[in-house]
């Protein structure tokens, strides 16, 4: 037995030690040296080529690297940590570095919008002006002025929010034990608890403090977006200081505009915290904020259109498919009671008016030039309108009856093209990949979104253009049974009974800013992912015309040229606050956006 055990180890020790004597033939237990050839297998190595090779890895692993650093500085990605920062140089350098990336950032963003906008009516200059309008319009100083304004707002804010804890260490805040702060170690002590106690067999209880809730994915996503906790009103102060400051490198037109978004995000932001805190809850409060803004906006479009601006008033108008004769005849008619013949003029000579309308604009303008001679036979007193009359609303139309089908479809094809570029542009462009996996559906889905915000714009103009005839009807045909104009009957003899007063709340201010109110429940048409952003685009229009409304009765301070200052800076205060906090009380559009601009910290 041991003979027989000893030769069969023999014939392996012999080639072992053969092998290793005279280096020709390679052992299998270990791999083939380069240059050398293995009789197993045949294959012949060249070292240069291996070399070659590695470097070649080496050369693509170093080159997928400074892509992805370059992308880190075009787009920033999820989840970036906090960075620590314990000196003001630091702070400085973290600042000037984040300003110089929000400014260049800016620039391209800024620069690539006017590029479009130049290209889409590039065929309407002429040949020899088109360069010039490209170079303009890349590197005009509206492009410059918007980089400099982010790039000085990111650099401020950068370095107050981090400064401020070092400047002011007695109230640094409080560390708690959140996503961004705890540490592997931490987890592993955890891990190893809890193998303990499984160890043992005793049932496994986690502290109070050590519990963590379980988030959706939605949630987690947003975690996601890591930014550094802070006292309130560090980040509110730096916002502050940050906005009013960099919205003096834009133009004082456009400072309005961008002043006005800012203060309405914060108070969508801070409204969001406060009712979440407290437990509140105002069921479909973004269709009743658009419904309180759109009543002020369209008052304000028929009486006060100077609170407007005349862009939004003439983009109004041709929204609502009423002529701009009549608008000025219904604000000069409820204001003074009298309107320029002229603009009745221009009605009656319209090609599409119908014989029926123009009859009736025409014994208005006799009406309205000779009183006295217009009166009737048995000395009852006229009926003259003191609003724009139906046939001057819709000329092209006899029947108020058939105004809603016709406005509808009329604003339906007019906005489908419009809305179809907001719904089709980005499922391609930003949802590319959902979009080669399955085109048919977001193409669907495309359609189906810009079908159905054609149909809440047409929906809207319905509403308003339905209530004004028909609160315009009813007053007529009261205020006539009430003068003994109409003979009263049965039915209508209770009418007659009516105070005038009462009646005239029909054609009172406040009527025309209650159909705006009512049109704005056609938001309810609109998906409800979009309502809150539609809201928040028409609420700086009714706050500013209500602003406007104020100032001219004395109930609010002039702001001067420094208005659009002061309410930047409270916007900025407000939004910076709520998103060093409560990040998920904003918009995701703003959330997203300051991400970039700002990052965590």
Known sequence: ??????????????????????????????????????????????????MASFENLVAMANHQERLKEARKMVWRDKGQPVV???????CLAHAMSGGFRSATLAFNIRASINLVLALIRIHRVPRDYRMSMIRHAVFGTDTWRFAAMLGTFTSLYKFIINALPILIPAINPRQTRTSQNTSALDEEDDKVDLEAQLGTGTPIEVPLEKRRARLSLSKH????????????????????????????????????VIAQQMFVRG??????AFTTKRGLHVPNGDVLVFSLACGQILYGFLLRPDTLP??????????????VECVRMNHDLVREGVFNVKDLDQLTHRADITSFNKADLLSLRSQFLHPLASAAADGLPTYFPRYAPCSAVHPALSSCSSVPVDRFFAVF???????????????????????????????????????????????????????????????????????????????????????QWVIDLLISKFSFWLPGFAAGLALFVEEKRRRGELAMYVLPKGLESIWVMARGKGWVFRTGKWGETLLTALGMAMVMSTYQNDPQHLSGLVRRILYQFIGPN
């Not at 620590?84 to 630091?90: I, Y």
């Not at 550094?228 to 906005?243: D, F, I, M, P, S």
């Open 1 to 50: 037995m041991t003979k027989e055990k000893g030769d069969s180890t023999t014939p392996e020790s012999n080639g072992s030690s053969s092998s290793s004597e005279s280096g020709d033939i390679t052992p299998p237990s270990l791999p083939p040296t380069p240059g050398e050839r293995s009789d197993r297998e045949g294959l012949l190595f060249t070292p240069k080529r291996a």
């Open 84 to 90: 620590e920062l314990d000196t003001f140089e630091a």
């Open 221 to 256: 996503a947003q975690r996601m977006l890591v930014r550094k906790q802070t006292r309130r009103w560090h980040a509110a102060l730096a916002g502050a200081v940050a906005g009013g400051l960099a919205i003096i490198w834009e133009k004082r037109n456009r400072r309005g």
């Open 267 to 272: 108070l969508q932001g801070s409204y969001n």
């Open 310 to 323: 005349r862009s939004y008033t003439s983009w109004i108008s041709q929204a609502a498919k009423v002529p």
């Open 413 to 499: 094809k007019w906005m489908l093209p419009i809305y179809g570029a907001l719904h089709f542009i980005p499922a391609v462009l930003f949802k590319r990949k959902a979009f080669m996996e399955d085109p048919a559906k977001m193409l669907f889905k495309a359609t189906i979104g810009s079908m159905r915000s054609s149909a809440f714009l047409g929906v809207f103009v319905v509403i308003y253009q339905t209530i004004y005839c028909y609160k315009h009807k009813i007053h007529k045909i009261l205020t006539l049974l009430r003068t003994g104009v109409t003979p009263t009957t049965l039915f209508t003899s209770p009418l007659s009974n009516i105070p």
